[in-house]
């Protein structure tokens, strides 16, 4: 897609010097285990690593026992919630997917239940966390995305960085357009849609849109 066309075209013109590489691999497969509940589920099929070592946006490799394959464990979840993501052999995957669907809290309910990307889509635009290639692009700085805050003091001063100069600008002079969120009546507005105020003029676009499963009601 046009990220890794961007991706590579930055690889040659500013790394091509240096020991940084893409690779491709169709011998992993990835499961995130995402919410309240995650660690306890997650600890249970892990039982020799103490996962409160695994801090958040950290990351561990790690042999599972109980599928036979060693995996990376990751805590950087994008749902709004705790969360872990794991690296796993394609041959261990669906073993270490049937062992933790089967844990059991002290009720006896199951902990940890399937659900595709569309249902982490509903989580992070409940928590407002952006979606590269929809509310974050090449033409979308950090500044009109309100992710200022991602950045560090010294950055911010320094600069220096890939972008930089955009960022910069933008500070500066200040931008035209800024994500927000919104809820709608009705049906949920889905990206590409135009956005009208009461008088009929166009004042954005959708870059986000699903059905709250928390609000019931349509956000973005």
Known sequence: ?????????????????????????????????QGPKAADALQAVIEDLDLKEVGFLTAK??????????????????????????????????KFADLITQVQDKEGNQIVKPAGL??????????????YGNDLWEDISPVEALLMWTMGKRRKKEGGFLGWERVKRDKEEGVKRKRCGFVTEGKSARPGEKLFNENGDEVGIVTSGTRSPLLKKAIG
């Open 1 to 33: 897609g046009e990220g890794l066309e961007t991706f590579n075209q930055i690889l040659n013109a500013e790394f091509l010097t240096q020991t940084v590489k893409l690779e491709y691999t169709e011998h992993y497969a990835l499961i995130a285990i």
């Open 61 to 94: 490799m790690h042999y599972i026992k109980s599928i036979g394959g060693e995996c990376m464990v990751s805590r950087c979840g994008y749902t709004g919630e705790d969360g872990f993501e794991l690296k796993i052999p394609v041959e261990c995957a669906e």
């Open 118 to 131: 569309g249902a982490r889509d509903t989580l992070r635009l409940e928590s407002g966390l952006c979606l």
